[in-house]
């Protein structure tokens, strides 16, 4: 089980360039999400998406999009990068047991927009 | 909106010492609390949580405490030791949307101190 996997681990951008992240859970868990990390923030959501085939907003959805491309992959895609968007990207999913809801976070991936 | 509060910020202990990070969640409908520790350059990781029908959960030398009137709920860790170095995150479940997610506070960075 490799568990949840993210690529790449390191990307740099110039601003109005556009990327995809990938995440992919070999789990079978429903839920899946993507966070972000900024000093002093801590983790902050950006999107989730409950089960295969929807997604919603999280707490910081400007400037992103998602796609859950199946049970496995939830791909985040910035279309035009900003300074503002430099930030360290995890991926996580889950599967809610009763009130149990243990997420599983991917390694990472730090993205620096200049 | 929902938000979870936490705190200290940074807090400094003597190896061996005892550790309280304190958190706090405004939506008094939230029934699970969980903490993740994350390690310098490492993704964040379940150390332990907690559902609403118990006050108190302990698993070796980690304990949380949970007061479901006063909103509030602590991460205790006795006998420090330099492995607890890290940063710590506190979170709640909360309703966002049709579904309930969770929401991390910003996380305490706990130096233990030879």
């Known amino acids: 089980n490799a568990g949840v996997t993210q690529t790449p681990k390191f990307q740099v951008l110039k601003t109005g360039q556009s990327m995809t992240l990938q995440c992919a859970q070999d789990m079978n868990h429903n839920s899946m999400y993507w966070y972000r990390q900024d000093p002093g923030m801590g983790l902050r959501l950006i999107y989730y998406s409950a089960s295969e085939g929807t997604t919603d907003k999280g707490e910081v959805p400007n400037g992103y999009n998602v796609s859950r491309l199946n049970k496995r992959e939830f791909s985040l895609r910035l279309e035009s990068a900003a300074p503002s968007q430099t930030s360290v990207y995890f991926c996580?999913?889950?599967?809610?047991?009763?009130?149990?809801?243990?997420?599983?976070f991917g390694p990472g991936t730090r993205l620096t927009v200049l | 909106g929902e938000n979870v509060e936490q705190h200290p910020s940074t807090l400094s202990v003597q190896e061996g010492d005892s550790a309280v990070i304190k958190c706090t969640y405004s939506d008094s409908a939230s029934n699970y609390f969980p903490w993740y520790k994350q390690e310098l350059g490492k993704r964040p990781q379940l150390i332990i949580d907690i559902r609403s029908n118990v006050g108190e959960k302990k698993d070796q030398r980690i304990a949380v405490t949970l007061n479901k009137t006063a909103k509030h709920f602590s991460l205790h860790i006795t006998e420090t030791q330099p492995e607890d170095s890290a940063v710590y995150f506190c979170?709640?479940?909360?309703?966002?949307?049709?579904?309930?997610?969770?929401?991390f506070g910003k996380g305490t960075r706990l130096h233990i101190l030879p």
């Open positions: 979170a709640a479940r909360i309703v966002m949307n049709r579904d309930d997610k969770i929401i």
């Open positions: 996580a999913s889950s599967s809610r047991t009763g009130l149990t809801d243990t997420q599983y």
